[in-house]
């Protein structure tokens, strides 16, 4: 019997289990056949999300399988055909989801995908194709896998020959730095900051670290578990930063507890996804809240809080004045009577502030977070950072 024989018996064993696809590509990654009734569509989502190249990059190293996955939660599996040492043709088992997704966990996947430029028609056909990927245990496509694979090379593996990292890399791809790990701490003190100074601006700063790393990397199967630890652990540390920006250690603690719990309650993927994002703001609105200057008028504490919100634009007096119905000269006047500073320094001081959390926490160059910052220039920016914190920037980012 041949491959193709062989194939053709193994995908209709396999859909016994349900609407699972296989598909076959050649060397180049040219899509030879497919049982899927919408291949053209979902071949297309598999090239997009970077699992072909993936695919054949570790192909042509390697003759094991691999799983290939997305952020959406959406995972792949491959066995490789080979002439000798020569990648021949790779199949493939999917998509199915490893766990129960929501549209909202899918919209959340996605954006980690940001820079994927792609029409709404397209997500919602996206959604729409979604509806019909079943969902199939871990363990289950692992073995479809160890199937597969005899199918084509009629050879016996076990479950760890199974390359399961969703971002397989070829042997001679290059190795990660070794500061990797302290990109994530640097990501990591970043964010705390935040938390000790209550800035409720911390969206950027938040969405960048998630990037930086994907939370604690426990090696497990279940999905569930291994989110629950990971916000477990942040809300740790969040909890005794709060209590550091002001926070008072019975509130804190009380608090952190609660989340904990509701971790620790969570039965699905849903319940637990937006968890880390509510007490992160949750802790950052209180410390925000306790380290409120009692002293500043009304007016002037909305004027700060405009400001700490709209760091990104070009912020001057007359937008000031215009929030609180003052005239320019007295918000001025009114502003630094009760701050100390100028309402241009405050803004200054402020901006700097961001750029430190934004040095600590992300990899954009400082000419992106000057242009974030709406400074007009980068060496406007870097002459300003270094009247404030007596560094440049790069310095500042290096130390």
Same mark, same amino acid.
């Given at each position: 019997?041949?491959?193709?024989?062989?194939?053709?018996? =193994?995908?209709?064993?396999?859909?016994?289990?349900?609407?699972?696809?296989? @598909?076959?590509?050649?060397?180049?990654?040219?899509?030879?056949?497919?049982?899927?009734?919408?291949?053209? &569509?979902?071949?297309?989502?598999?090239?997009? =999300?970077?699992?072909?190249?993936?695919?054949?990059?570790?192909?042509?190293?390697?003759?094991?399988?691999?799983?290939?996955?997305?952020?959406?939660?959406?995972? @792949?599996?491959?066995? &490789?055909?080979?002439?000798?040492?020569?990648?021949?043709?790779? @199949?493939?088992?999917?998509?199915? =989801?490893?766990?129960?997704?929501?549209?909202?966990?899918?919209?959340?996947?996605?954006?980690?995908?940001?820079?994927?430029?792609?029409?709404?028609? @397209? %997500?919602?056909?996206?959604?729409?194709?979604?509806?019909?990927?079943?969902?199939?245990?871990?363990?289950?496509?692992?073995?479809?896998?160890?199937?597969?694979?005899?199918?084509?090379?009629?050879?016996?593996?076990?479950?760890?020959?199974?390359?399961?990292?969703?971002?397989?890399?070829?042997?001679?791809?290059?190795?990660?730095?070794?500061?990797?790990?302290?990109?994530?701490?640097?990501?990591?003190?970043?964010?705390?900051?935040?938390?000790?100074?209550?800035?409720?601006?911390?969206?950027?700063?938040?969405?960048?670290?998630?990037?930086?790393? !994907?939370?604690?990397?426990?090696?497990?199967?279940?999905?569930?578990?291994?989110?629950?630890?990971?916000?477990?652990?942040?809300?740790?540390?969040?909890?005794? !930063?709060?209590?550091?920006?002001?926070?008072?250690?019975?509130?804190?603690?009380?608090?952190?507890?609660?989340?904990?719990?509701? !971790?620790?309650?969570?039965?699905?993927?849903?319940?637990?996804?937006?968890?880390?994002?509510?007490?992160?703001?949750?802790?950052?609105?209180?410390?925000?809240?306790?380290?409120?200057?009692?002293?500043?008028?009304?007016?002037?504490?909305?004027?700060?809080?405009?400001?700490?919100?709209?760091?990104?634009?070009?912020?001057?007096?007359?937008?000031?004045?215009?929030?609180?119905?003052?005239?320019?000269?007295?918000?001025?006047?009114? &502003?630094?009577?009760?701050?100390?500073?100028?309402?241009?320094?405050?803004?200054? &001081? %402020?901006?700097?502030?961001?750029?430190?959390?934004?040095?600590?926490?992300?990899?954009?160059?400082?000419?992106?977070?000057?242009? !974030?910052?709406?400074?007009?220039?980068?060496?406007? =920016?870097?002459?300003?950072?270094?009247?404030?914190?007596?560094?440049?920037?790069?310095?500042?980012?290096?130390?």
């Amino acid at each position: 019997m041949d491959v193709f024989q062989n194939m053709t018996l =193994f995908s209709e064993m396999i859909r016994c289990g349900g609407d699972i696809y296989t @598909w076959c590509y050649d060397a180049d990654g040219k899509l030879l056949k497919s049982n899927c009734p919408d291949a053209g &569509f979902l071949s297309g989502v598999f090239d997009l =999300f970077g699992c072909r190249k993936k695919m054949l990059d570790y192909g042509r190293q390697h003759a094991t399988p691999v799983t290939l996955g997305t952020a959406l939660g959406m995972t @792949w599996a491959a066995a &490789f055909e080979k002439d000798d040492d020569t990648l021949k043709r790779a @199949w493939v088992i999917g998509p199915v =989801f490893y766990r129960d997704v929501s549209m909202r966990g899918i919209e959340h996947g996605l954006q980690y995908y940001s820079r994927l430029e792609v029409s709404v028609a @397209w %997500t919602m056909q996206l959604y729409e194709a979604l509806k019909s990927v079943p969902v199939l245990q871990c363990t289950i496509l692992h073995r479809y896998t160890l199937m597969l694979h005899y199918c084509l090379c009629g050879e016996h593996l076990t479950l760890s020959d199974i390359n399961s990292d969703a971002l397989a890399k070829p042997a001679d791809a290059p190795q990660k730095p070794a500061h990797d790990r302290h990109k994530v701490w640097m990501a990591e003190q970043g964010l705390l900051q935040m938390v000790r100074t209550g800035d409720l601006n911390y969206k950027q700063a938040l969405s960048a670290s998630m990037g930086i790393s !994907a939370g604690v990397p426990v090696r497990s199967d279940d999905v569930l578990r291994q989110s629950k630890t990971s916000i477990i652990v942040f809300t740790s540390l969040v909890c005794r !930063a709060a209590i550091e920006g002001g926070l008072s250690p019975e509130e804190s603690y009380a608090l952190g507890d609660n989340y904990i719990q509701s !971790a620790e309650n969570a039965k699905t993927m849903d319940d637990l996804d937006p968890l880390a994002l509510i007490m992160y703001d949750d802790f950052v609105r209180r410390v925000h809240k306790c380290r409120t200057n009692p002293n500043l008028s009304q007016q002037v504490q909305k004027c700060v809080d405009y400001i700490e919100m709209h760091l990104e634009e070009k912020i001057c007096a007359a937008d000031l004045a215009a929030q609180v119905g003052y005239t320019e000269y007295y918000l001025t006047h009114k &502003f630094k009577e009760e701050t100390g500073l100028s309402v241009t320094d405050y803004i200054k &001081f %402020t901006k700097i502030e961001r750029a430190k959390v934004l040095l600590k926490s992300t990899d954009q160059t400082v000419q992106d977070i000057a242009a !974030a910052l709406s400074f007009s220039t980068r060496n406007y =920016f870097s002459r300003v950072f270094q009247e404030v914190t007596g560094q440049t920037p790069m310095e500042y980012r290096e130390k």
